[in-house]
C-alpha cells in the first residue's frame, strides 16, 4: 500500500516550458486534491476532484490545469510555466468514511 | 483576518518541556485537522477531530466547537517532535489551513 505518489519530486523549468506533476493513490479514495506551498502563506488549493471525472478551481487555479481521468490519478499541468509558480506542490485524498488526510511527499518545483 | 489562525508562529523550548499549540478559527466546520511537517519533508495526519478529545502516544488534540478552538499538546518533549505543526478546518468539502507552527526541541 504505497498511499499517495507523486512525480517528480524535484523539477527545475524555464519560464514558458510546460510540465505535468502526477499524482496517483491506491487507497480507493474519492477527493482529491492539489495544494502548493509557499514560505509565509501555508497550503493553498489550486484545484481539487471530488470524484472520478469532475475537477474544481480551488483558490488560486490560475496558470494551471488538471485531470482526473481515472479514480486513482489526478495530474496537474502547468501549461507555460511562469516563475510565480515555484513552489512546492503537494497532492492529497481523503479517505471517504473517516475524512483521514493522506499527502504525497511533494514536489519541489523552481521555474527560471 | 485569516479564518484559521494559529499561535505561537514560532517555539523554541527544551527537551522534556510540556508543549501547546493554539488552533483558533471563524467558520463553522466539520472536522479539524492537525498536521506534521519536518524539514523538508511531506506531510503527515496526526489526527482529526469534530469534537472532544483524542490522544496518541504523547500528542493530545483537544477542540472545543463552540469556542472554535483547538489545541495541540506534546508531553515529554523530545528533539524528533521538531517539525511545523500544521491545523486545518473543513467548513464544507475544502480544507483552509493555518500558516503553521515552527517547533524546535533542543537536547
Known amino acids: 500500500n504505497a498511499g499517495v505518489t507523486q512525480t517528480p519530486k524535484f523539477q527545475v523549468l524555464k519560464t514558458g516550458q510546460s510540465m505535468t506533476l502526477q499524482c496517483a493513490q491506491d487507497?480507493?479514495?474519492?477527493?482529491m486534491y492539489w495544494y502548493r506551498q509557499d514560505p509565509g502563506m501555508g497550503l493553498r488549493l489550486i484545484y481539487y476532484?471530488?470524484?472520478?471525472?469532475?475537477?474544481d478551481k480551488g483558490e488560486v487555479p490560475n496558470g494551471y490545469n488538471v485531470s482526473r481521468l481515472n479514480k486513482r490519478e489526478f495530474s496537474l499541468r502547468l501549461e507555460s510555466a511562469a516563475p510565480s509558480q515555484t513552489s512546492v506542490y503537494f497532492c492529497?485524498?481523503?479517505?471517504?468514511?473517516?475524512?483521514?488526510?493522506?499527502f504525497g511527499e511533494g514536489s519541489r518545483l523552481t521555474v527560471l | 483576518k485569516n479564518e484559521v489562525e494559529q499561535s505561537p508562529q514560532n517555539l523554541t523550548a527544551q527537551e522534556g518541556e510540556f508543549i501547546t499549540i493554539n488552533c483558533s478559527y471563524s467558520v463553522g466546520i466539520s472536522a479539524l485537522h492537525w498536521l506534521q511537517q519536518h524539514p523538508g519533508g511531506g506531510i503527515v495526519s496526526l489526527f482529526m477531530l469534530s469534537s472532544g478529545k483524542k490522544k496518541h502516544g504523547r500528542l493530545i488534540a483537544t477542540i472545543n466547537i463552540q469556542e472554535k478552538h483547538s489545541s495541540l499538546h506534546i508531553t515529554a518533549s523530545h528533539p524528533r517532535d521538531s517539525a511545523v505543526y500544521i491545523c486545518?478546518?473543513?467548513?464544507?468539502?475544502?480544507?483552509?489551513f493555518g500558516q503553521g507552527t515552527r517547533l524546535t526541541i533542543n537536547p
Open positions: 486545518a478546518v473543513r467548513p464544507l468539502l475544502k480544507l483552509v
Open positions: 487507497m480507493n479514495h474519492n477527493s
Open positions: 492529497a485524498s481523503t479517505a471517504p468514511n473517516t475524512g483521514e488526510l493522506f
Open positions: 476532484s471530488a470524484s472520478e471525472g469532475t475537477t
